[in-house]
């Protein structure tokens, strides 16, 4: 996506250990998919980003968000949500047709998208197809299409959510109700397709009859499911979650081996049908509400690190809103919490310059990268023809040397992060969470 070229030639030699070993075998990538042209979806939580108004308040972050090299806006639920047994959860939603008027419009995210659409930008709504608020219309005009034991509308089993209850997918009538509701969006605010809440608490029946329909009225609707389950690949969905990325990451900070993380996502990266990705991150909502990325990763330095690692993990990946600002306290989705985007101006400078080299690296990214340990440095290597890039990240908090897994890459090679050039380094000395991507 909208990827500046770089230029000049590369061979990089990596090596397993200290001895010498020989070039590993980089196979044509012929027309993959450019792994770093994949996209990034940028997760926009209203709640901090205006107390009113929130739509016309993300429309105006637009730039920076473009700037930084996201591709899909991916707005939190935007419904109104209801009030009885309410937590304040937005993923309480009691009228799939309406927008929250703390929110703003319909008008004001018809403009939201128009914007986004004139910088290329897609937008996809969260979609909450599992259950409803208690206050929702549906539970007195249709208590029929809700799960109920003894006659009573019961909360999703097992979840400890008791300001929703759960819809029962074996009424057509509310699966027909549920599709309408999805193309509302699409037709009335050219929306570009759904992010799917708890997806493996609905029907895979459902979900491949609800995609065929809404791809009726936009063909190129994009779907990301929140499962990590690849079974919903088969029902149309583009995206699943990478939760084992996610989990491998965290271990990895919290001091596992390096091995083991390349074993982790190497298992993840197995193929998967064409056209279809896994959507990495290193925080989303969730997590972020527990733990701030920050305490997570050890320090600022290390989110930044760790989202290095996600940059160039060679598939889609995901941005929270706040994770730019190294935002260090749990933000608790249920909450308005109003964020100043200028309060970290030196780590934000540096989360986007990460992003945007991902996005001009996308011409030597061109098929998916070979993950390497070199001791407790993790590297990350692409090849493309005679050009390449070589990404070495150290995820301890103790600096470290290792020997340097290439070799006669040529005279002089260019760090990214700090636009050095440099003779290629036969030892790499790292301090504590640092990262480099050199290029050729």
């Excluded at 009113?52 to 806006?73: P, V, Y």
């Excluded at 927008?99 to 018809?110: A, E, I, P, T």
Aim: aromatic letters at 12%.
């Amino acid at each position: 996506m909208r990827a500046r070229h770089l230029f000049l030639a590369i061979s990089l030699l990596l090596s397993l250990s200290c001895e010498r070993d020989p070039l590993p075998s980089f196979p044509d990538p012929g027309t993959q998919d450019s792994a770093s042209a994949l996209p990034v979806f940028y997760e926009a939580n209203p709640k901090l980003f205006a107390s009113t108004g929130s739509l016309g308040a993300i429309e105006g972050q637009l730039d920076r968000i473009d700037a930084m090299g996201c591709d899909i806006l991916w707005l939190m639920p935007i419904h109104e949500f209801g009030q009885k047994n309410a937590v304040g959860s937005p993923y309480c939603i009691r009228d799939y047709k309406s927008v929250n008027s703390s929110y703003g419009s319909l008008n004001d995210l018809k403009s939201l998208v128009r914007k986004a659409h004139a910088k290329d930008m897609k937008v996809v709504l969260d979609w909450v197809a599992n259950h409803t608020s208690w206050d929702n219309p549906w539970i007195t005009e249709h208590p029929d299409w809700y799960t109920r034991e003894g006659g009573a509308i019961i909360s999703p089993k097992g979840m400890g959510w008791n300001d929703v209850a759960d819809l029962d997918y074996s009424s057509q009538a509310m699966r027909s109700a549920m599709k309408d509701a999805m193309l509302y969006w699409v037709t009335e605010a050219d929306v570009d397709g759904y992010r799917c809440d708890y997806a493996d608490g609905v029907p895979h029946d459902f979900w491949k009859d609800a995609i065929s329909t809404v791809r009726g009225k936009k063909k190129d609707a994009i779907f990301l499911a929140e499962s990590s389950n690849r079974s919903y690949l088969d029902d149309g969905f583009d995206y699943i979650y990478g939760w084992p990325f996610k989990s491998a990451l965290k271990a990895l900070f919290d001091g596992g081996s390096a091995t083991d993380f390349v074993a982790a996502v190497n298992a993840e990266s197995a193929p998967l049908p064409k056209g279809k990705h896994v959507m990495r991150f290193v925080t989303n909502h969730d997590q972020a509400s527990e733990q701030s990325p920050v305490t997570e990763y050890r320090n600022a330095s290390g989110l930044l690190a760790a989202t290095a690692i996600m940059a160039f993990c060679g598939e889609a990946c995901l941005v929270y809103s706040s994770q730019e600002l190294a935002y260090n306290k749990a933000l608790s989705f249920f909450n308005v919490n109003v964020l100043n985007w200028n309060s970290n101006p030196t780590f934000t400078a540096s989360f986007e310059k990460i992003l945007s080299l991902r996005r001009s690296a996308a011409s030597i990214c061109t098929s998916a990268p070979k993950f390497y340990a070199v001791g407790d440095l993790l590297a990350i290597y692409y090849a493309s023809g005679s050009k390449g890039l070589f990404v070495v990240v150290n995820p301890t908090g103790k600096a470290v040397s290792a020997k340097a897994p290439m070799e006669r890459i040529g005279d002089r090679v260019t760090n990214m992060v700090t636009g050095e050039k440099t003779s290629v380094p036969t030892m790499l000395e790292m301090g504590a969470y640092e990262y480099r991507i050199y290029e050729k």
